[in-house]
């Protein structure tokens, strides 16, 4: 079965960093492809990010050059480095792979 | 990048009725399309992929179709725990755009 499990999520100030995680079970993250989406308060579903087994990773434009995505094969974990955090970025985070679907971190960026 | 709309944008309907959502792109994105099903506060849920192919476990009232820029969703017949909120998701080109979904309650 397929599980995916967030954490991280918190309150940060306006230019702050946060690490989001995606600890999978299941399958292994290095032999697929993971994505970040995210739903703001109220708001629909926004796709963020991916990496994919090759190593290579892309983001939507309004997080490129702030968010980094990356794999730690041996915690079988994908991460969020979310840097220079903008209110604009408080949402539910979710890691997605295939069908499946973690149950969300919420990320607040607020002073 | 690829835009997705929907429309209605919120929809009321009875049990029983056939309910009918659309979804439209941008640009020509083959089938490479997705339903999801999304209940307030919890994680959306995949409920076709391929514009047209059934998730496994997924009641076949629920169906899709389309290809190029113009899809469809339809359920047969409402059931009460299909209310909530339905997107689509293109996958053909980066980013993988959702559109902006449709409310779906009871009349």
């Known amino acids: 079965e397929v599980l995916l499990v967030e954490s991280g999520g918190a309150l940060v100030q306006p230019g702050g960093s946060l690490r989001v995680s995606c600890a999978a079970a299941?399958?292994?993250?290095?032999?697929?492809?993971i994505n970040w989406v995210r739903q703001a308060p109220g708001k629909g579903l926004e796709w963020v990010s991916v990496?994919?087994?090759?190593?290579?990773?892309y983001y939507t434009d309004s997080v490129k050059g702030r968010f980094t995505i990356s794999r730690d094969d041996s915690k079988n974990t994908v991460h969020l480095e979310m840097n220079s955090l903008r209110s604009e970025d408080t949402a539910v985070y979710f890691c997605v792979r295939g069908s499946g679907w973690g149950q969300g971190t919420l990320v607040t960026v607020s002073s | 990048d690829t835009q997705m709309t929907q429309s209605p944008s919120s929809l009321s309907a009875s049990l029983g009725d056939r309910v009918t959502i659309t979804c439209q792109a941008s640009q020509d994105i083959s089938i490479y399309l997705n339903w999801y099903h999304q209940k307030e506060g919890k994680a959306p849920k995949l409920l076709i992929y391929?514009?047209?192919t059934l998730e496994a476990g997924v009641p076949s009232r629920f169906s899709g179709s389309g290809s190029g820029t113009d899809f469809t969703f339809t359920i047969s017949s409402l059931q009460p725990e299909d209310l909530g909120t339905y997107y689509c998701?293109?996958?053909?080109?980066?980013?993988?755009?959702f559109g902006p979904g449709t409310k779906l309650d009871l009349k």
């Open positions: 299941g399958f292994n993250v290095s032999d697929n492809y």
């Open positions: 990496a994919y087994a090759d190593g290579n990773a």
């Open positions: 391929d514009a047209s």
């Open positions: 998701q293109q996958y053909d080109n980066l980013p993988y755009s």
